[in-house]
C-alpha cells in the first residue's frame, strides 16, 4: 500500500507538471492577445482611406481578440486552482515530514486564556494542534473544528465522527477539491453574522410593491431613452422633437414613490451586503459536499438535511451571491444618478427579501453542515498522514485512561517516546518526579492533547486508548499578568479553584498539574498540593501532578492506594546528560540542576567554596 508521503510526492509532482503547462498556457496567450491587438490597430491604419465595407475586416481582430480574452480566463482560473491544489499537497507533505509549524492557520482568535486547557495543552498558535489538523477553507469548518477541541462532545456523537472519519480518510481527492475551493479562507463569510440575517424578518412582503416599481422604472427608462432619441433626431434631421413633461412627470412620480420604500430598502440591502461578502467560497464547498457519495451515518444525515426543499444550498447560495454582486454595482456613479427613478437598490432590495423568506431559516444549517464538512475532513486528513495512530477505545466505566505506549502528537514520530498510564476508580492521582528536561511537562501535555483527540473524533498517538468521558483541566502554562496586576501563583491558584468547579459537573476530571504551586515556600506548597489533589481525588478526579520537591513525593503514602509515585530519570554518558524519557515506577534518585548550568557555561563550586 502507497504510504501518505509517496502518495503526497507522486500528486504533487503530477498537479506542479499540470500547473506549468496552464502557466505555459498564460504566456503565450498573453502574448497572441498583445499581438491581435497591434495587428488590428494596424488594420484600423490601413483602412482609414478604404471602402466603408471593407472595415467589416476589423471584425476578424476584434473576434478574435474576444476569443483569446475569453479563453485566457479560463487558463488564469486553471492556473489558481492549480497553485492551490499544488499547495495542498505540499502542505501535507510538510506535515507527513514534520516541517508544519508556521505554514497553516494558527487559530489565534480561538484562544481564550481562562479555558481550563486551550493554552496549557498548546492548541492553538504556531506550532499547534489546530495549526497541524486545520484544512478548512471557510470560517464555518474553522469554528467548527477549533469548538470540537475546545469542548467534548457526547461519546455516541463521537462514535459516528469516527464513522465519517474512517470513510474520509482515504478520499484524498476529495479533501484536495474542498481545500482548492476559494483564494483564502479569510475570504469567507462570518458564519454567525450571516445565519443571524437569514433568521431575520423579511422587510418586504407586498408583491404588488415589486410589480409598480418594476413598472414605473421600466416605463421611465422607455420614456427617457425615446425622449433622448427624439432629442438627437430633432438637432441632426430637424423633425419635431418629443415633449419633455412626460419623462418629468415620470421622474416626479417615480421619485416620490421611491422615498416611500428607499428606508426599509437601504435597511435591507445594507444588511445584505456586510452578511454575505464573499459567498462564492461557501457554494463551492456545499456544491462538492452535495455531489459526493456517502454511506456512513453521519455524513449521510449531514447531506439529507442539505437535501430539504428541492433546490440544492449550493445553487441557492449562487442566487443570493449573484445579488450581493448587483448590490456592489449600486455604488456606481452613473447607478447612484438614476436609482431614484430606475428603482435599481429597491428592486435588489426586494430579491433580497424574497430570498431570504424562501432560504433564509434554513442558512444556519447550511453553515453547520459546512463547517462539520470541514471539521471532519481535518480530523481524516490527519488520520491518512498519521496511519500509525488509532482511534480510541470508549470505555462505559468512569474514571478510566488506559493508555499503551501514548506519546505526544506535535512530537515528530521519529522522537516521540510512547509510554503506558493507566488512571481509573483504584489509580486517580500519580506524582511524577523527575530532574530538568526529562520530559515530565510534555507527557502531560501529551496526555491531555490525545484526550482532547479522543473526544473530538480523530485518531490518538498511541498503541490503543481505552478512555471514558472526561472534563479536562490542566495548570501547565499559567502567566502573570502585569496588566491585570495578577501574580503568577495567584493566577495559578485561580486556575486550580476552576479545576475544583470542573470536578463537581458530570463528568469526571482529568486534572494535569505541573509544577504546583511554585511561587511559595516548601511548607505551604506541600500542604497546599496535599490539600487540593486529595479533594480532587475525593470528587472522582483523576490525573497526574509533576515536581521537584520530593516532599511530595510522600503524599501518595497517605491516600490508601489510590495514588502512586513515578518518574523520569537521566543517565551520564561520556559526560553528558542523556534522557529516553521512559516513565518508570517510584520515586527519581537523580538531579541535574547544576550539571544543566554548568553546560551553558555558568561557573559552579560543587565545593561550596568561593
Known amino acids: 500500500m502507497e504510504s501518505p508521503a509517496s502518495a503526497y510526492r507522486r500528486r504533487l509532482a503530477e498537479n506542479q507538471t499540470h500547473l506549468a503547462r496552464s502557466r505555459r498556457q498564460d504566456r503565450w496567450l498573453g502574448i497572441a492577445k498583445i499581438v491581435v491587438f497591434f495587428a488590428g490597430a494596424g488594420a484600423v491604419i490601413l483602412l482609414l482611406h478604404a471602402r466603408p465595407l471593407l472595415w467589416l475586416l476589423l471584425l476578424i481582430p476584434f473576434l478574435a481578440f474576444v476569443a483569446l480574452l475569453a479563453a485566457h480566463e479560463r487558463v488564469l482560473q486553471a492556473v489558481r486552482a492549480g497553485e492551490r491544489v499544488v499547495e495542498f499537497y505540499y502542505r501535507g507533505l510538510a506535515r507527513v515530514e514534520d516541517r508544519w509549524a508556521g505554514t497553516g492557520e494558527t487559530g489565534d482568535r480561538f484562544l481564550d486564556p481562562a479555558h481550563p486547557y486551550a493554552r496549557d495543552l498548546d492548541l492553538f498558535g504556531q506550532g499547534s494542534l489546530f495549526e497541524l489538523l486545520c484544512t478548512a477553507r471557510t470560517r464555518a469548518g474553522e469554528e467548527t473544528l477549533a469548538r470540537w477541541l475546545l469542548h467534548a462532545s457526547p461519546i455516541?456523537?463521537?462514535r459516528l465522527r469516527q464513522a465519517a472519519v474512517l470513510e474520509l480518510r482515504g478520499r484524498v481527492e476529495f479533501r484536495e477539491r474542498l481545500f482548492a475551493t476559494g483564494e483564502t479562507v479569510r475570504l469567507g463569510v462570518d458564519p454567525e453574522k450571516l445565519a443571524a440575517w437569514g433568521e431575520k424578518r423579511p422587510l418586504f412582503h407586498a408583491p404588488w410593491a415589486r410589480c409598480l416599481t418594476a413598472v414605473l422604472g421600466a416605463a421611465w427608462l422607455v420614456?427617457?431613452?425615446?425622449?433622448?432619441?427624439?432629442?438627437?433626431a430633432s438637432g441632426i434631421s430637424g423633425t419635431p422633437m418629443a415633449p419633455f413633461w412626460p419623462v418629468l412627470a415620470l421622474s416626479a412620480v417615480n421619485y416620490v414613490t421611491g422615498r416611500f420604500f428607499r428606508r426599509d430598502a437601504l435597511r435591507s440591502v445594507e444588511g445584505t451586503e456586510e452578511a454575505t461578502a464573499d459567498l462564492d467560497l461557501l457554494a463551492q464547498v456545499l456544491a462538492i459536499f452535495e455531489r459526493e457519495p456517502f454511506e456512513?451515518?453521519?455524513l449521510s444525515s449531514l447531506q439529507a438535511k442539505l437535501a430539504t426543499g428541492g433546490i440544492p444550498p449550493s445553487h441557492a447560495v449562487r442566487?443570493?451571491?449573484r445579488i450581493a454582486e448587483w448590490l456592489e454595482g449600486r455604488h456606481n456613479f452613473m447607478v447612484r444618478v438614476v436609482d431614484s427613478y430606475v428603482f435599481y437598490t429597491t428592486q435588489l432590495a426586494f430579491a433580497v427579501e424574497r430570498w431570504r423568506a424562501q432560504f433564509g431559516p434554513q442558512i444556519r444549517g447550511w453553515l453547520v453542515a459546512a463547517g462539520e464538512i470541514e471539521a471532519l475532513t481535518a480530523l481524516a486528513g490527519y488520520a491518512w498522514e498519521h496511519p500509525a495512530d488509532v482511534l480510541p477505545e470508549f470505555s462505559e466505566e468512569q474514571p478510566c485512561f488506559e493508555a499503551e505506549s501514548l506519546a505526544h502528537p506535535l512530537l515528530p514520530a521519529s522522537r516521540a517516546v510512547g509510554n503506558d498510564l493507566r488512571l481509573g476508580r483504584h489509580a486517580q492521582l500519580v506524582i511524577l518526579s523527575g530532574p530538568n528536561m526529562s520530559g515530565k511537562?510534555?507527557?502531560?501535555?501529551?496526555?491531555?492533547?490525545n484526550a482532547v483527540l479522543a473526544q473530538?473524533?480523530?485518531p490518538v498517538r498511541a498503541r490503543r486508548l481505552r478512555i471514558s468521558p472526561f472534563t479536562v483541566g490542566a495548570s501547565i502554562c499559567v502567566l502573570d499578568s502585569l496588566q491585570g496586576g495578577v501574580s503568577r501563583f495567584y493566577a495559578e491558584i485561580r486556575r486550580l479553584k476552576l479545576l475544583s468547579n470542573l470536578a463537581d459537573g458530570p463528568v469526571p476530571l482529568l486534572f494535569l498539574l505541573d509544577e504546583l504551586l511554585s511561587g511559595t515556600n516548601s511548607h505551604d506548597r506541600f500542604e497546599g498540593t496535599r490539600f487540593i489533589v486529595r479533594a480532587l481525588v475525593r470528587r472522582g478526579a483523576v490525573g497526574l501532578v509533576t515536581t521537584h520537591d520530593l516532599a511530595l513525593?510522600?503524599?501518595?503514602?497517605?491516600?490508601?492506594g489510590i495514588a502512586s509515585n513515578c518518574h523520569f530519570a537521566d543517565q551520564i554518558e561520556d559526560g553528558e546528560l542523556r534522557f529516553d524519557f521512559r516513565l518508570r515506577p517510584g520515586v527519581v534518585q537523580t538531579s541535574n540542576a547544576l550539571k544543566l548550568m554548568q553546560s551553558v557555561g555558568l561557573e559552579i563550586d560543587e565545593q561550596g567554596g568561593g
Do not use: K, N, Q, Y
Open 156 to 158: 455516541d456523537e463521537v
Open 223 to 232: 420614456t427617457a431613452f425615446w425622449t433622448l432619441v427624439s432629442w438627437v
Open 296 to 298: 456512513s451515518p453521519w
Open 319 to 321: 442566487r443570493l451571491h
Open 441 to 449: 511537562s510534555t507527557f502531560l501535555r501529551g496526555i491531555g492533547i
Open 456 to 458: 473530538c473524533g480523530a
Open 553 to 560: 513525593t510522600g503524599i501518595p503514602d497517605s491516600m490508601d
